[in-house]
Nanobody, 118 residues
């Protein structure tokens, strides 16, 4: 069992930056691929960025060039650095962990609200 807790959300003006953190508890963090998703009101949850257990990254087109995902395996934490934020980035951001072999081991955090507004 892995438990995920996001932090770092808040209200930021357009053009600003935020860094989200996702702390994982439980065993075997390095055996999980990690991802950040977001869900805006009235929209489906969508992938923002992901990072494999080996550190390879993938980004949604909307995040490329502005967001950076990283992980610190010593701290069991994954980060999402978000720069040049836009109002359309407003959403609840969720952390996700999926075991690299046992795909049924798929966990979500409760989410953190990010609001971009002047």
């Amino acid at each position: 069992q892995v438990q995920l807790v996001e932090s770092g959300g808040g209200l930021v003006q357009p053009g600003g930056s935020l860094r989200l953190s996702c702390a994982a508890s439980g065993r075997g963090f390095t055996n999980y691929g990690m991802g950040w998703y977001r869900q805006a009101p009235g929209k489906q949850r969508e992938l923002v960025a992901s990072i494999t257990s080996g550190g390879s990254t993938n980004y949604a087109d909307s995040a490329k060039g502005r967001f950076t995902i990283s992980r610190d395996n010593a701290k069991n934490t994954v980060y999402l650095q978000m720069n040049s934020l836009k109002p359309e980035d407003t959403a609840v951001y969720y952390c996700n962990a999926v075991h690299v072999v046992i795909r049924e081991k798929n966990y979500w955090g409760p989410g953190t609200q990010v609001t971009i507004s002047s």
